[in-house]
């Protein structure tokens, strides 16, 4: 018996016309775009034989798009994490740099405060501007800065305050007033007040008199000088005002005396203790012009003298030449007698005596022990010897270095 569905259950047989072909390149490139932008279709049941049997190449299309579209995916999510990273770490540097900043912002305006409160007002006008450079929005820095600069400028120039007892009253006396109470002053022989108001004269009105002036001024140098070296005991300060003196016109004979002995005086000092044969040479030229010169000592030249001829008179018993010490010490002795010199002379005397007995028993000894001359030689007389003197000739001194004394006036 035969259904009436016979026809329907047969094979059907794919009609030839049916061609199967692969998509040319531009349907590939549509198809992987609109597959891009666009999620698959979703698979609708087969109606028929013919929906129901996909070819292969179907499939392997489709797994090599997917294939590729989870590498993609892997890409894409590795760069996107690679920059987070990047940026994250580029603001986690900048967030520590600002908190570095910030701190020392802080620090440096804290810092500019207490040398307002001490008083450094430049040190604090440096931080502040330093904060500004930072940070000009830093809050209260502009108006510490202002104050700084307000209390620069107002100490900056501070007015001077005339003191009474810095500023001397000016002299307003006239250059004929002046001149006239200098000629009373050298009058009255107040050498100094002299010198001091016709300094002053000059300096107020140069042109005044110079002649006049200039003579007074030789004066009062000239006898205040002298004044020094003969009455004050001032040798340095004596010649150095007549050096002053000397500036106006030549010295006179005795004034040019007493500025030689005053440097004699101070020469021979300066061999005081160093050299005393020197000490001896240049205070023995003051014995005959000037023995009662004295320093601010108030050693007399004459005192010198002595004393340096004692000292000299140990220096060579020290070293044994016991009769040149002898001599030194009777010089010294003829100054005046001295107890305390005795001993000594007498023990000088008698070192002196024994050497030269000593040396007369060296040159007998000499003479004894001479070989006799043999028979029929003639004898030949020995030479005459000669005794020493009786005193040693001392050794003249040195040559002065200065300009020899002009005789007493």
Known sequence: MESSNFDQTQPVTEPENIQTTLPDETQKVNLVDTMATEAPPPLEPPTSAQETGPSDTSRARLWRWLIGLSLFALLAVAAVSVLGGYFSGIDRRTAFESTQVAQKVSEQYQL??????????????????????????????????????????????????????????????????????????????????????????????????????????????????????????????????????????PLDYEASNYRTWANLYVTGASFWGLDWQQAIFYFGQLLQVAPNLRDATTMTATERYRLALLKYGDFLAANGDWCAAQEQYEAAYNFGSDP????????????????????????????????PPTEGTPTTPPPATTEPPSEETPTPPPPATTEPPYPGP
């Open 112 to 249: 500019g405060l207490q040398d307002i409160e001490a008083g450094h007002y430049e040190l604090a006008r440096q931080r502040f501007e330093y904060v500004i450079q930072l940070d000009p929005a830093y809050p209260g820095v502009t108006d510490q800065l202002a104050l700084v600069l307000l209390e620069l400028n107002t100490t900056a120039t501070p007015t001077p305050v005339p003191s009474p007892t810095l500023t001397p009253t000016p002299d307003t006396r006239g250059a004929e007033e002046l001149f006239s109470q200098a000629q009373l002053l050298l009058a009255d022989s107040k050498w100094t007040e002299a010198i001091d108001t016709l300094l002053k004269l000059r300096k107020n009105e140069p042109a005044f008199q110079p002649v006049e002036v200039d003579s007074m001024l030789y004066v009062a140098l000239r006898n205040r000088g002298v004044q020094r070296i003969l009455g004050e005991s001032d040798l340095e300060g004596g010649t150095y005002d007549l050096a002053l003196a000397e500036r106006f016109g």
């Open 340 to 371: 305390s010199i005795e001993p000594t002379l007498s023990n000088a005397a008698t070192e002196c005596d024994e050497g030269r007995h000593q040396d007369d028993d060296d040159d007998d000894g000499d003479q004894a022990t001479e070989t």
